[in-house]
């Protein structure tokens, strides 16, 4: 399993893996605004007074990932030549706040997940997993670790736009599986603040707030009615329609899909691992269940996956 794999490596590995992959996903984002120049001002829609952060730009330009991969390795590098624990240093590291602040801005837009393709969302979001990771917060509420969702998505980007192989990014792996975590490497988490100061305090606390903002955003604002949820279940039993959540694959690096198994004459969940498929679980579900769920579900979301609504 990815995750576990990740887990038995060392912060700095699992940094370098991140990095790795973000930057050899790079080209699909640069790849796509060089043909599409115009598509960014979409991007910077997305940033409005609501949700302008404190040190984050007011504009993001089409180098802005690649400006903040560069700012990330420069640190790391830093903070190396500095402290036999880098991640203290980074963790502290100023300079990569702003990348920070500005990258979260368009993700707390409700319109962020229809905004752009799959993969260019992978890329961005890749990049802003390893900043919260670094500096903000290790776990999701999915109790994956950022760094490992990081991993995921920008393995998911490459695999999605056949730019590698899964026996590829199994090798990438590989290069890694040596760099083991040593004990107390945890201990320098159990530290929220950036810094010491006051400032560096109430600028983690305003982000937390942020962050804890996007993580909880639920119920979309295009959320089916009673009557749909029915519709959308007939179709799932009636015609064989499955919802595929790329929202969740998006942040926890599961893929899972929902479905109805007439043989069982059941509702179904199944869950893959998205990269290297170490598991393929499968849950039923009543109707009730069945439908909470999908009444939490976007009806633009729905309907990309080819139900009628």
Avoid at 84 to 111: G, H, I
Avoid at 117 to 134: D, G, H, K, Q
Avoid at 227 to 237: D, F, G, H, N, S
């Amino acid at each position: 399993m990815l995750s576990e794999f990740c887990n038995k490596l060392s912060d700095i590995a699992q940094l370098k893996l991140g990095i790795q992959l973000a930057k050899a996903a790079l080209p699909i984002w640069q790849q796509y605004f060089a043909k599409n120049p115009d598509e960014i001002d979409k991007l910077n829609e997305l940033i409005s007074d609501k949700n302008k952060i404190k040190n984050g730009s007011n504009r993001i330009e089409i180098q802005f990932p690649e400006r903040a991969l560069v700012a990330i390795e420069k640190s790391l590098k830093k903070a190396a030549a500095e402290n036999t624990n880098p991640m203290a240093v980074m963790k502290k590291d100023p300079l990569l706040l702003p990348f920070l602040a500005t990258s979260m801005q368009p993700l707390t837009n409700t319109n962020w997940d229809i905004t752009f393709t799959y993969s260019i969302r992978l890329v961005y979001t890749s990049i802003w997993n390893i900043l919260t990771w670094l500096l903000l917060r290790k776990i999701t509420n999915d109790n994956e670790t950022h760094i490992y969702v990081a991993i995921n998505q920008a393995a998911d980007a490459l695999m999605t736009e056949k730019i590698v192989t899964k026996n590829e990014i199994e090798n990438i792996l590989l290069g890694y599986k040596d760099e083991i975590r040593i004990a107390g490497e945890d201990v320098e988490w159990n530290s929220p603040d950036m810094n010491d100061t006051d400032a560096g305090k109430q600028e983690n606390n305003n982000l937390n707030e942020i962050y804890l903002q996007l993580i909880g955003k639920k119920n979309p604002s295009d959320a089916p009615i009673k009557v749909q949820t029915e519709e959308i279940l007939r179709q799932m039993r009636e015609e064989g329609k499955s919802f595929w959540d790329k929202w969740e694959e998006y942040y926890s690096g599961t893929s899972k899909r929902y479905m109805f198994d007439k043989e069982k004459n059941t509702y179904m969940r199944t869950e893959m691992d998205v990269i290297v498929a170490s598991f393929y679980n499968e849950y039923t579900m009543t109707e009730e269940q069945m439908l909470e769920f999908i009444s939490g579900v976007s009806l633009f979301s729905l309907r990309e996956n080819g139900f009628v609504i």
